[in-house]
């Protein structure tokens, strides 16, 4: 048959759940089907694909023989069909387009008008609840303004106002949204504005950007949705103030820290009790923000007065706060204490700080601003005072220094210098104690064959928070069946297992073949102290037959993780053939694919087993979320082993608002006030922190601030630069997880065109003291610094190096060193203070203080290391400081103080690592320093770049350190390894000119540190040992190379136990049983060093000039002996000299001239030997 054109009625279709069937028509032009309808012929409509529900159905022609038709049945999800009309049931009708035909059957559209949208109870996040999962437009998920017409004219709710510069944004600048709860949900977290959607209000979603989740899905059409009210956050009130008042000052109340404010503004309302005043009443009816400022003396003296604060948020959530407040007749300043954790529920583990502040009132005798003395005592006598801090305006409470489940009360006492007395205000601390935690490391679920031989379930991880160490902790294990949950009886011999003897260890080991392929068992850990234990924990265990790999994975820290930042996941695979691993996370309630890992894991191979690492950037996850981590192992037998754990998100800190008081423009050198408000992380994750940070163009933070618990911040107005009329400021936000969030804002700054400098000193230098706040050193610090930039500026003079330290230059080290010694550093303290440095020029320093300010910038940079990484531009400065330091001198103890810093710089970095990633280098002139965390195991490069040596620690280190190892935290896994290559011009070793002229090598030092608490960890006498190879930097001809380790007891370079290989005549192997500085010095080939060549030398002329003596002598004693004077005489003493020569000395002859002439000889022997010496 030639081929027909023929159209077919319809091509997409939308499933229908009314619907079973759907009807096809396939017209043909001019009749073509009359002849098949003569011969009675059947049309058949034939699927060309895999179509499950039919392969072909019969059909019928039309009356008139124009078409023929065809009734399928419905796919029960929606899909491509690929059909084709033949006349047989194998062969498709031919036609002139090329058929075949494609049927689409499309999911029908999300049930926008079923869809239910409310607040979530954190309040700052809306959730749009679907009757089935849905889809989103691609590349638009993220991006709430392209799901939802979010921005309508003012004063409009959603879903009909036209976008306009006088708009009002509905979910605020910078919504976020995200599917989760399997595509069930949509997340819209709000953004920043004043005027956000209100609960009854309206919202409208754009069309076409909503989907079935189906594989042919269908859009939604724009919808109306009416947002309802859903759960308010619970609401805590917070009140800071003065208990105490001065019968000169005034009540000043904050409730600014209240909590569950859903991203919004309280609505406030005060109350005092006695209430027999109406004009306090009065005064308090008339505030309703979160600031109470009321004339003391509205207050009868001695009367408590309890005033309460009402705070309700937007959702109708409402939360109550009490104080109690009197005034005294006494003239003395306000005194009141801030806590930086909840005074009411403080763990033994916790550590804090109590800050007094003081209000001084300037009008008041006796009130007035003055320096001032504290005093801090405590009401246990179990607690001991921090004494660095014990008379100082902030009081240190160490971790593990209180006793647990009590109350114990803190009271300050201030006076003036000059002993005149002040008031005192107490805090009351309710200490409780963590449950221990149980761990089995490995995940909660793991494979495991019959054939694998020895299993071993380790809960050596398991930790008291309140007790370093385990030696204090009882283990129980428990063995179950499941499901039978019988325990568990080996299939063997019919015995328990694990035996019972372990039953209370650490860890517990059995034979795999205890177990029957197939089955499943649970082994459940419980520890406990003398007091408390813990909750139950559990891995499952499924037997299969045969050896498969076995795979235990763990992340390195135990608790929830913090999506802000980056970290590692591990995996330890035991196998006895080679073994391909993949790696995967799944959402267990986030809408997502799974994440595939496995391209971007490392593998580092061990005999007999694989460590696995991948790395989760952050971002990746979702805070307050949980996911699981699978990784499976298969072997080249096709066996699989698999593990699997849970992954718990740390809750994040969000919707922060960070402002200026005074608009966005200040002055420099002007005081002003940042608030930060409206921020929202979950209930359990208060207080919270802020830390204020400031940058030019996009460069790195700086501090200017430590970190605080108050969400209201003072500084002196940094200074502008030349050019630039703006500057960024970040609010760094951290919550009790430790999960930290940056809120931004730019200021325009007004630049001084001149200055009273002694004035403005006064005023932000040295009244601080004064001002009653906290970190005054610090603030005092801060402030002259900002005053000398704008000096400079309006000076333009260009600096001289100094003899003498210069008058602000001394009070600027001045400063920095109270500032230094009068708290216990803390990392945003520590980072506050180094970002400051700058602004000490080193040209007005004098040798010595440039000395002094290096050791400072040594103690501020120790407070980094293995808990608290050192921040990018803090890192910067203290590197830029050094090289300029090092451009100015040559002085040996300075030079050494400047690369000891710099391998202090390095280890600073040392929690920013993560096992197995880029290593961490800090590079001066003299010195490179490069810290890896690594398993031990390979070839480790010194430095990035050329004249890089490469180091293999051998298999005694990686057996050591290559897997979980006891280090200070508990359980470690790999190490912190640290290079220090220095220059080829640098030296700071040899104490002798030979061994300077004789270095052919760069040196090198190898240390290696535990990762959890930064000590060195000493190695040594390795039966494999450390190797080597170094790069020949300096050539000497007839020389060969040998290796030299730096013998720290002795201070000098050995060669002892140090095998040396000369690869080529630029590259030397090195293989050293320890760790410690190497380096490659060159000796003369044969063995002679320079000193046994001199000495020889000396031997051989003194020989040479003795021989031509004695052959002097004789020709003289020749010619007396011709003329016949004295010839026996003379004989004997030609024999007595030649036997002098000859001989030792002991046959002599008796002679004075024999004696003369063998004095000489004797002399130049002794010479000889001394020389030899």
Request: net charge negative; charged share 20%; with cysteine.
């Amino acid at each position: 048959m030639s081929a027909i054109t023929i159209d077919i009625s319809e091509d997409v279709f939308m499933l229908d759940s009314t619907s079973t069937d759907v009807h096809l028509s396939f017209t043909a032009n001019d009749s073509d089907f009359t002849q098949a309808i003569a011969i009675q012929i059947i049309p058949f409509l034939l699927f060309l694909d895999d179509y499950k529900y039919q392969p072909f159905i019969p059909g019928f022609f039309s009356a008139i023989g124009s078409s023929m038709g065809f009734s399928i049945q419905t796919p029960s999800e929606s899909r491509q069909v690929i059909v084709s009309p033949g006349f047989n049931l194998i062969d498709p009708l031919p036609t002139m387009d090329g058929g075949p035909f494609v049927l689409t059957f499309y999911d029908p559209p999300p049930q926008l008008d079923m869809a239910k949208l409310s607040f979530k109870s954190i309040g700052n996040v809306l959730v749009l609840e679907f009757p089935k999962a849905v889809a989103i437009m691609d590349d638009v998920l993220s991006d709430c303004d392209a799901i939802f017409i979010a921005t309508v004219e003012g004063g409009m709710d959603g879903g009909d106002g036209e976008e306009s510069p006088e708009s009002r944004n509905l979910l605020g600048i910078g919504s976020q949204c995200t599917l989760t709860r399997n595509r069930k949900m949509l997340e819209i977290m709000l953004g920043q504005g004043d005027n956000l959607i209100m609960p009854g209000e309206k919202i409208a979603v754009r069309n076409g950007t909503i989907y079935g989740a189906g594989k042919y899905p269908s859009a939604a059409k724009e919808t109306n949705i009416t947002v309802l009210e859903g759960d308010s956050p619970p609401v805590g009130v917070v009140l800071r103030g003065a208990t105490t008042v001065s019968s000169c000052g005034d009540v000043s109340l904050s409730a600014r820290e209240s909590t569950g404010g859903a991203s919004r503004s309280f609505t406030y309302l005060w109350m005092v009790y006695p209430t027999d005043n109406t004009n306090l009443t009065d005064a308090l009816s008339e505030i309703t923000t979160s600031q109470l400022n009321i004339d003391g003396g509205l207050l009868v003296e001695d009367v408590v007065y309890k005033f309460t604060a009402f705070a309700t948020n937007f959702l109708g959530g409402t939360g109550v706060g009490s104080i109690d407040v009197v005034r005294t007749p006494e003239m003395v300043p306000g005194l009141s204490i801030v806590p930086t954790i909840d005074p009411k529920r403080v763990m033994v583990s916790e550590s804090f700080y109590l800050h007094a502040e003081v209000t001084f009132y300037s009008d008041c005798e006796g009130a007035e601003p003055k320096e001032t003395e504290y005093v801090w005592t405590v009401d246990n006598d179990d607690v001991t005072l921090d004494g660095t801090t014990q008379n100082s305006r902030s009081l240190y409470v160490p971790a593990f220094s209180l006793p647990a489940d009590t109350s114990i009360t803190f009271t300050v006492a201030i006076q003036g210098v000059n002993g005149s007395s002040g008031p005192n205000s107490t805090v009351t601390i309710t200490t409780y104690s963590s449950n221990p935690v149980a761990m089995i490391v490995g995940g909660r679920e793991r494979d495991i064959g019959i054939g694998s031989g020895m299993v071993e379930l380790d809960g050596s991880a398991s930790h008291d928070p309140d007790q370093p160490g385990t030696d204090h902790l009882e283990f129980t294990w428990r063995c179950v069946q499941i499901p039978e949950n019988i325990l568990c009886v080996s299939e063997e011999d019919g015995s328990f297992f694990p035996a019972p003897e372990q039953l209370e260890s650490a860890s517990v080991s059995f034979n795999a073949s205890h177990m029957a392929p197939n089955k499943s068992y649970e082994f459940t850990l419980r520890v406990a102290t003398a007091y408390k234990e813990s909750q139950e924990t559990s891995v499952v265990v499924w037997a299969t037959s045969g050896n498969a790999p076995q795979v235990l994975v763990s992340i390195p820290d135990s608790g929830p993780v913090d999506s802000t930042e980056p970290f590692a996941l591990t995996a330890h695979v035991h196998h006895a053939t080679p073994v391909a691993i993949t790696w995967s996370i799944i959402g267990e309630v986030v809408a997502m694919e799974d994440m595939d890992f496995t391209g971007s894991a490392s593998n580092t191979e061990l005999e007999g087993s694989t460590w696995s690492i991948v790395h989760i950037e952050k971002g990746v996850l979702r805070p307050n979320e949980k996911y699981v981590v699978l990784v499976m192992a298969t072997d080249e037998q096709g066996q699989t082993g698999s593990s699997q754990m849970e992954l718990v998100v740390a809750s994040g800190v969000s919707s922060c608002q960070l402002n200026l008081e005074s608009g966005n423009t200040y002055t420099e050198l002007d005081e002003i006030t940042f608030t930060i408000d409206h921020c929202v992380t979950e209930e359990d994750a208060y207080p919270l922190t802020y830390q204020l940070l400031s940058s030019f163009s996009g460069s790195n933070k700086r501090s200017m601030t430590p970190a605080g618990v108050r969400p209201l911040i003072n500084i002196v107005g940094p200074p502008a630069r030349e050019g630039l009329g703006n500057r960024s400021f970040f609010a760094h936000v951290c919550n009790a997880h430790g999960s930290c969030s940056y809120f931004s804002l730019v200021a325009s700054i007004e630049m001084r065109s001149s200055l009273d400098s002694e004035a403005l000193k006064v005023v932000i230098v040295s009244q601080e003291a004064l001002k009653g706040n906290t970190n005054q050193d610090l603030l005092a610090f801060l402030g002259l610094i900002a005053l000398s930039k704008v000096e400079e500026r309006l000076a333009a003079v260009r600096r001289r190096r100094a003899t003498e330290t210069s008058d602000r230059a001394t009070e600027q080290l001045r400063l920095l060193y109270s500032a230094i010694t009068t708290s216990v550093l803390d990392r945003p303290t520590a980072s506050t203070l180094i970002d400051a440095c700058p602004g000490i020029a080193i040209d007005d320093l004098s040798s010595e203080d440039i000395d002094n300010f290096l050791d400072k910038l040594h103690a501020l940079v120790s407070v980094f290391g293995c808990d608290q990484e050192i921040p990018a531009n803090s890192a910067s400065v203290v590197l830029s400081i050094i090289e300029q330091i090092q451009a100015m001198t040559d002085d040996e103890d300075t030079m050494k103080m400047c690369r000891e810093l710099t391998m202090s710089l390095t280890k600073a970095n040392s929690a920013g690592l993560i096992l197995g990633d880029s290593p961490v280098e800090t590079s001066s002139d003299a010195l490179t320093s490069t810290l890896f965390y690594d398993i031990p195991q390979g070839s480790f490069n010194t430095l990035s770049g050329e004249g890089a040596f490469q180091v293999d620690l051998g298999s005694d280190i990686a057996e050591m350190y290559g897997g979980y190892w006891k280090c200070g935290r508990g359980r470690c896994i790999g190490i912190n390894i640290q290079f220090d290559q220095y220059s080829d011009n640098t030296d700071p070793y040899s104490t002798e000119d030979e061994d300077r002229d004789n270095r052919a090598s760069a040196i090198l030092n190898i240390a290696l540190y535990d990762p959890s608490s930064c000590e060195e960890l000493m190695v040594s006498s390795l039966s494999d040992p450390i190797r080597i190879n170094m790069t020949v930097s300096a050539m000497k001809r007839n020389h060969k190379f040998k290796c030299h380790i730096w013998d720290e007891e002795d201070k000098e370079w050995t060669s002892d136990g140090i095998e040396t290989k000369e690869i080529d005549n630029q590259m030397v192997e090195c293989k050293v049983q320890r760790t410690g500085t190497c380096v490659i010095l060159a000796t003369e080939r044969g063995g002679a060093n320079k000193t046994v060549v001199i000495i020889v030398s000396i031997i051989g002329t003194l020989l040479i000039l003795t021989l031509i003596i004695v052959i002097v002598i004789f020709i003289l004693k020749k010619k007396q002996k011709d003329k016949g004077d004295g010839n026996v005489a003379t004989n004997d003493r030609s024999t007595a000299v030649a036997t002098a020569m000859t001989s030792d000395g002991k046959e002599m002859d008796g002679s004075k001239e024999a004696s003369t002439e063998y004095a000489y000889d004797f002399n130049m022997q002794n010479m000889a030997q001394k020389v030899n010496c």
